[in-house]
C-alpha cells in the first residue's frame, strides 16, 4: 500500500531532550516536506526536500534540522526541544515537486514539557 | 496573513445542503489545491486546479478559480455527514517549490 509513515505518533518529552521524528514513503518520491499545524496557524512549512541530499527552509525552520540521505526516508530532527515546538506535525510526499498533490502521514503529536 | 485564506473559518449545514467554502490569496500561483483534513489525522488531497483552469469538477465537489480575483471556492453538493471535516486550500506559487496552506474551513455537516 502506498503511504506515508511517521514514527512515533505520540510523543511527550522533556525541553532540552533531543528528539527525531522519522518519516519514511514508499512512493519513490523525490519530493518531501515537514509541517507543523497549530490552531489558528494552520499548516506550516519546515523544512522541505527537492531531492536527496537538496533540503531547504520552508517559513518556520528555527530549532529544526532535517536529512535526506534517503530517497525514502526525511527524518525531522529537535536538537533542544522547547514548549513551543509543541505542535502537530506532518510528513508528506508528492512525486515531484510544484504541480503535484501531496500525501500526507497521519502526523505525530508532540509535546514538550 | 498566509498566502491562501479560506473563508469562512466554520460551517454548519443540515444533510443534503450544498457547502460553499471559499479561499483567497495574495501572489501569482501555478495551480490551487484543496485538502481535506478529518480531526486529528493527516490531509488528503482532493482535487487540484491549475492557473489556466476556470473551472474543475470531481464527483461531488466543484472547484471555480478566478485568478482575476485571486479567488477559489469549493462547492460540494448534497453534503453527508461523513463530508465533516476541515477543508485547506493550498497555492503553489511561481517558483514552483512549495505548498502554501490557509487555515482551513471546518465543515459539520448535521444528520
Known amino acids: 500500500e502506498a503511504q506515508v509513515t511517521q514514527n512515533p505518533r505520540y510523543l511527550i518529552t522533556v525541553t532540552g531532550k533531543k528528539l527525531t521524528v522519522t518519516c519514511s514513503q514508499n512512493?519513490?518520491?523525490?519530493?518531501m516536506s515537514w509541517y507543523r499545524q497549530d490552531p489558528g496557524l494552520g499548516l506550516r512549512q519546515i523544512y522541505y526536500s527537492m531531492n536527496v541530499e537538496v533540503t531547504d527552509k520552508g517559513d518556520v525552520p528555527e530549532g529544526y534540522k532535517v536529512s535526506r540521505k534517503e530517497k525514502r526516508n526525511f527524518p525531522l530532527i529537535l536538537e533542544s526541544p522547547s514548549p513551543n515546538q509543541t505542535s502537530l506535525y506532518f510528513c508528506a510526499s508528492s512525486r515531484l515537486a510544484g504541480t503535484n498533490e501531496q500525501f500526507f502521514g497521519p502526523g505525530t503529536r508532540l509535546t514538550v514539557l | 496573513s498566509q498566502q491562501g485564506e479560506e473563508d469562512p473559518q466554520a460551517l454548519s449545514i443540515q444533510e443534503g445542503e450544498n457547502a460553499t467554502m471559499n479561499c483567497s490569496y495574495k501572489t501569482s500561483i501555478n495551480n490551487l489545491q484543496w485538502y481535506r483534513q478529518n480531526s486529528g489525522r493527516g490531509l488528503v488531497h482532493l482535487i487540484l486546479i491549475r492557473s489556466n483552469e476556470r473551472e474543475k469538477h470531481s464527483g461531488r465537489l466543484r472547484v471555480t478559480l478566478d485568478t482575476s480575483k485571486k479567488s477559489s471556492s469549493l462547492l460540494i453538493t448534497a453534503s453527508r455527514a461523513a463530508d465533516t471535516a476541515s477543508y485547506f486550500c493550498a497555492t503553489e506559487q511561481d517558483s514552483g517549490s512549495r505548498l502554501t496552506f490557509g487555515e482551513g474551513t471546518q465543515l459539520t455537516v448535521n444528520p
Open positions: 512512493m519513490n518520491h523525490e519530493y
